[in-house]
């Protein structure tokens, strides 16, 4: 019936709901739609569709709603020349990345009210201001433009009139520095991202901060910049629930259109680009089935207009699904995915030599190497699975061996640390491990243990933890590796140089990082503090005893939200940017903290 029912409907020419009817992508007849040559607004919301017919022959559409449907790829929209309002948020396997590049449109709404605060409203904010004055100037604000700023075809001004809750106006109010930055409950990203921050920090004189960070005595001085709660389920200010997991700085292009200043962080449902200095979220990509764990950028030389070439950010998100989202970051759009595995993916990382080569690293105790291909200029791409890594457990950290990238990894596991020979040209397309390394437990040396926590400091020396409570271990992989040795799976023993207090908590899966141009580690731990050692400052040994040295701990400052304390914080991840300049903490409590060395 449901066909008969759309044709009927149709027939009121430019506006057409076609909304929760259970349709599916066979009941739009490409034949009755050729017949809606002024049809301007469509809502197909609440139905079944999983994609769009390539011929719809809808040349005037310019509002389309696609809400709550099971769509996977929204790039046969490109079919409408005139789309200037699109809403497709609820699709369960959709990332939600406005707007597409194909639209003409894009981002006018959002520069019209720009335009009428930076006019009218900017000067009305005081630097130094009240949450009642904020919430004052707002609400004049959000009345001046419902009445003021028109958008849209006059045919559809009363659909186009501005609605509140779908302006990021959180970006508005950025602009007016770290403290300014309210979200007061209004944005529905219309977007697909958006600032759905806040600043959770009181103001200044409420927080008290540990000034100092770094090592050696040099005294380096640092200070909190932001406190963002940008990962918010359903931007819920009151959620304090949702774990932080990965941090990756953007790769500063050679054209020097990025700064390094901008970072990828993921949790929940949600990932985000942030600027560091201002505080500001970029953009916010949302899969509301999805819990995600990783986040990696890669360099990808694509083919845009005209056959040029120019080389882009890519960056690749996954968790829980065990699906990798894949999204072209200066466009806005999510243009594709893989379905890696069928249990969740702990962590991903791109080759640093083989740009479009992905590691994936799953619960179940696999790592698969995958080419994901170069998308050509309609986001058309060929992933390739190239080889399948089995371990003894899950693998929870992984990274290449700097000297030999091409040629070896390293694992952090549920059960020990291992090592696979990666080299594409040995014909073997899954592989057994070809080494597990072995650490001191007490009075004995162990492969059996939990490292939740691994990276390189530089080329030869390895940074894992946690053989044992209390203890990072600074050791050798030249001097750990035998690559003379014949046959798989063979016992090492970790050639340890030095060791770093930590915590003496059993809490797992708080990792460690290091910053390698400037010769740091840190590891966050169970109080909210980032521990901190410089590589300069250790002399390292490999022969036993081996030094002990004690890292500078920044201390997580007194830090109110509504009057109150937020709940324990685990610091579940720490990261530096390469030059060092700024510190991304994130926490188990939603809550982004970024500090900058002065």
Not at 119 to 133: C, G, M, N, S, V
Not at 238 to 254: A, G, I, M, N, R
Not at 495 to 507: C, G, Y
Request: net charge neutral.
């Amino acid at each position: 019936a449901a066909p008969c029912f759309v044709e009927i409907t149709l027939q009121r020419n430019k506006i057409s709901n076609l909304s929760k009817l259970q349709l599916k992508t066979g009941d739009l007849d490409p034949r009755l739609f050729s017949r809606l040559r002024h049809l301007q607004k469509l809502d197909l919301s609440d139905n079944l569709l999983d994609k769009f017919p390539n011929s719809l022959t809808l040349p005037d559409l310019r509002v389309l709603n696609c809400n709550n449907n099971k769509l996977e790829d929204v790039t046969a929209l490109k079919q409408f020349p005139l789309l200037e309002e699109l809403t497709y948020e609820n699709n369960v396997y959709l990332t939600v990345s406005y707007p597409p590049p194909f639209m003409k449109q894009r981002g006018k709404q959002t520069t019209l009210v720009t335009a009428h605060w930076e006019k009218f409203f900017r000067d009305q904010l005081p630097e130094k201001h009240t949450a009642e004055q904020v919430k004052s100037i707002k609400k004049k604000f959000l009345k001046s433009v419902q009445t003021n700023v028109v958008y849209g075809p006059s045919s559809l001004s009363e659909f186009t009139r501005w609605r509140v809750g779908d302006i990021p106006l959180t970006l508005l109010f950025c602009r007016q520095g770290p403290c300014s930055c309210f979200c007061m409950g209004l944005i529905k990203t219309l977007h697909g991202f958006g600032c759905s921050c806040r600043q959770v920090r009181d103001p200044p004189q409420e927080t008290q901060v540990n000034p100092l960070w770094g090592m050696d005595g040099s005294g380096l001085q640092g200070e909190p910049l932001h406190f963002l709660q940008c990962h918010s389920k359903g931007n819920s200010r009151e959620d304090f629930k949702t774990q932080l997991w990965s941090c990756v700085f953007e790769p500063v292009l050679d054209s020097g259109t990025r700064k390094g200043e901008t970072v990828a962080t993921c949790g929940g449902e949600s990932v985000c680009l942030i600027d560091c200095e201002t505080g500001t979220v970029l953009k916010k990509y949302k899969v509301a089935t999805e819990e995600f764990f990783s986040v990696a950028w890669t360099t990808l030389t694509m083919v845009i207009s005209d056959s040029r070439k120019k080389a882009h950010n890519i960056l690749a998100a996954a968790g829980r699904r065990g699906i990798v989202k894949l999204i072209h970051v200066a466009a806005d759009f999510c243009y594709g995915e893989i379905k890696a595995h069928k249990k969740p993916i702990a962590t991903v990382c791109f080759s640093p030599t083989q740009e479009t080569h992905l590691f994936t690293a799953s619960y179940d105790k696999r790592i698969a190497l995958w080419d994901i291909g170069i998308p050509d200029c309609d986001y058309n791409f060929k992933a390739s699975q190239l080889l399948v890594l089995e371990a003894a457990s899950i693998p929870l950290r992984i990274a290449l061996v700097p000297t030999c990238p091409e040629q070896y990894l390293l694992a952090g596991c549920e059960d020990g640390c291992f090592a696979w020979n990666i080299k594409l040209d040995k014909g073997q397309k899954s592989r057994p491990f070809e080494a597990i390394f072995q650490f001191p437990d007490d009075e004995s040396m162990t492969t059996s243990h939990r490292v939740d926590g691994l990276a390189f400091l530089n080329d030869d020396v390895v940074v894992s933890k946690s053989s044992k409570p209390g203890c990072i271990y600074l050791w050798s992989w030249s001097r750990s590796f035998d690559a003379k040795g014949k046959g798989c799976q063979r016992t090492m023993s970790a050639v340890i140089l030095a060791e770093l207090e930590w915590s003496t908590t059993d809490m797992s899966y708080l990792t460690l990082s290091t910053c390698p141009a400037k010769d740091y580690v840190f590891c966050g731990d169970e109080k909210g503090s980032v521990w901190m050692v410089s590589h300069g400052s250790i002399s390292l040994s490999d022969t036993p005893p081996c030094p002990l040295f004690s890292p500078q701990i920044l201390k997580w400052p007194e830090l109110r939200v509504n009057g109150e304390q937020p709940p324990e914080i685990l610091v579940n991840n720490v990261v530096a940017d390469p030059a060092f300049t700024y510190l991304v903490v994130l926490t188990s409590v939603n809550i982004t903290a970024i500090w900058k060395k002065s």
